[in-house]
């Protein structure tokens, strides 16, 4: 894949269309660190679900963004935490905070290609993925690759926004796993983030604009993405974190 695919890729799966967005992209998303739902839902969901993770447990997170899930992971259960994206400055971001935190020893970051990131990584004890890209082709073809990476009877998060949970789970029994819990996003929490979200990279898109006048419709553009997509999300699609067991 070319430089401007991965890019438009980037730009695509945070609910961009013009690759033009590539070199803003971390100054729009300059506040937000989290960037998908709150590592607590899925650290409820591990307490519930395993009684936590183990010290001796590997974690890989799979399109990490800026890292928060590792980050909150080792922090909790003291867990070797490893993430990977493609898009250097969230990994630069990723690691500086690792250093705030004083996590550095406990976790890596590193800049690379999903399709390279599951044929790299195996023996690990949960693989986290969110289910915002098609590059690994369909549900069932990625849960596929994800399952190679992890042991035998070990773990996936699977986090995801679905208009059917009857189909999602008919997914996950063709792809060979089971379904060990689940946790539904609180509709009234994820209002509440996708608000603050929001304003956010309105804020920075309005700086954009007067650094840039000229490229005001590009930013109206990637806000108004931004918004559609968050209505989607809160009118029509069930958000949900799995947890999945593969094959033993």
Known sequence: ???????????QSLSGADKRLIRYIPYLLKDLFELGSKPIV????LDRALGGLQVDNTVLDLCCGKGANVLQFARKYGIRGIGIDLFPPFIDDAREIAVQLEMQNFVEFNVM????????????????FGADTDVLGNEIESLQQ?????RPGKHILYETATLSINILEYIFTQSGLNIVDSQLHDREQLHEINIYNTEKIKQRAGELKEL??????????YVQAQEDEVKLLETEMI?????????R
């Open 113 to 128: 290609d999903l399709r390279t990131a599951v044929t790299a990584f195996r023996d690990i004890d949960l693989v986290i």
């Open 146 to 150: 994800i399952t190679a990476c992890c």
């Open 239 to 247: 958000s949900v974190t799995y947890l999945l067991q593969t094959p």
């Open 1 to 11: 894949m070319s430089d401007q695919d991965n890019d438009f890729k980037i730009v």
């Open 42 to 45: 899925s650290i409820e969901l």
């Open 212 to 221: 840039y006048p000229e490229k005001s419709d590009l930013f109206d553009t």
